[in-house]
C-alpha cells in the first residue's frame, strides 16, 4: 500500500510526503518527503492501471497552477515522466481524480482526469483525456 499526503510546507521540501505498507496498512514505513512530487498544499490523486502508477496534481509549491500528471513504472518509487495538462498563469487546475480512460472508451489508451478549474473569474469542473502512454510518444 502507498501512502501519497500533502504537506502543510513545515519543511523546506513543498512536495508530497510518501509512507509504504508492505502488511496492508497494519504498519507503516517512516513518512519521506518526494521532491519530484512538488506541490502546493493541495489534494492529489493516485491509480494503478495496467501495471503503472499514475499521480496528478497542481505541480507548483506556490499555488494551484501546472495540473500535471506523472507516471511510474517500479510503483511510485522514481517517476518517469509527466506531461502538463493545465498550465499556470490566469486557468489553475487544483483537485483532481485520475480514470484509467476516457469515459465509455476503455481499451482506448487513454487516461482521463476530472479536476476543478478556475478560469476567467469561474469556477468549474472539467474533464481531460491524455495518453496512457505519453512518456513514449
Not at 502507498?2 to 513543498?14: D, F, P, T
Not at 501495471?51 to 500535471?68: C, D, G, M, Q
Not at 478556475?118 to 481531460?128: E, P, R, T
Request: aromatic share 8%; proline share 3%.
Amino acid at each position: 500500500v502507498l501512502l501519497n499526503m500533502r504537506n502543510a510546507h513545515v519543511n523546506e521540501c513543498k512536495c508530497r510526503g510518501v509512507s509504504r505498507s508492505d502488511d496492508g496498512g497494519e504498519t507503516w514505513t517512516a513518512i519521506r518527503y518526494d521532491a519530484a512530487l512538488v506541490s502546493p498544499v493541495c489534494e492529489a490523486a493516485l491509480a494503478q492501471i495496467g501495471e503503472r502508477l499514475y499521480f496528478s496534481n497542481p505541480a507548483s509549491t506556490k499555488s494551484r497552477e501546472n495540473l500535471t500528471v506523472r507516471v511510474s513504472d517500479d510503483g511510485g518509487s522514481t517517476w518517469i515522466a509527466k506531461t502538463l495538462l493545465v498550465q499556470g498563469g490566469s486557468v489553475w487546475g487544483g483537485y483532481s481524480s485520475l480514470v484509467p480512460a476516457e469515459l465509455g472508451q476503455v481499451g482506448s489508451g487513454l487516461g482521463g482526469v476530472l479536476y476543478e478549474r478556475y478560469s476567467s473569474g469561474k469556477q468549474a469542473i472539467s474533464f481531460s483525456a491524455f495518453p496512457l502512454d505519453f512518456d513514449k510518444l
